[in-house]
């Protein structure tokens, strides 16, 4: 079972995550197989962290919320609160198999939230710029709750067009980029 995780840090919390860097790392590492994409969301500065990103295949919902809440980070106050929803993978790879690579251009989290009838269930005819692709679902699968997507984008404005603006409750638009040891 594929699961979205995005821990949004804590106003104010930056310094305490750079300093559980180390820790933060090692903790990911045991998950190296699992993990479809990771890494860290920022400011419009582009420096300051403001949540981290682990989209991660995983047994059960219980193995999801331990993967989620046993996280360094998150035992030590980093984040204020956790998205985690059930995910399926649309593009059937990992990050690490994205054409465009690791590094170059502008790269986004754009978070669809929703309820009711599913859309985006198909990723755009392009998919040269998406990394990872795929609803939010119920912790049973049955229920669509929105979108998540990684991709590479000129600009915010064009990463937020990737999805039906009128379909959503709200659409966020995040700075991202590849995470993982360098």
């Not at 962290?49 to 991660?56: C, D, E, F, L, N």
């Not at 995983?58 to 360094?72: G, Y």
């Not at 005819?125 to 000129?154: C, F, K, M």
Request: net charge negative.
């Amino acid at each position: 079972m594929e699961y979205f995780c995005y821990h949004r840090d804590r106003p104010g919390s930056a310094a305490l995550r750079h300093g559980l860097l180390e820790e933060h790392w090692s903790y990911m590492d045991r998950y190296a197989k699992e993990l479809i994409a990771r890494g860290p969301t920022f400011a419009d500065d582009g420096e300051t962290p403001t949540g981290s990103v682990h989209i991660v295949d995983l047994p059960d919902p219980a193995a999801a919320r331990a993967f989620a809440f046993d996280e360094p980070n998150y035992q030590a106050g980093v984040y204020r609160d956790v998205l985690l929803r059930r995910w399926h993978n649309l593009l059937g790879r990992t990050m690490w198999d994205f054409p465009g690579g690791p590094s170059g251009g502008n790269r986004y989290l754009v978070l669809g939230l929703g309820s009711g009838a599913a859309v985006d269930t198909v990723p755009p005819p392009d998919r040269n710029e998406l990394i990872a692709y795929g609803p939010l679902l119920s912790d049973d699968g049955a229920a669509w709750l929105g979108t998540a997507v990684l991709l590479r984008a000129p600009d915010p404005a064009t990463a937020r067009a990737v999805l039906a603006a009128d379909r959503y409750a709200d659409i966020e638009v995040h700075d991202w980029e590849f995470g993982g040891r360098r």
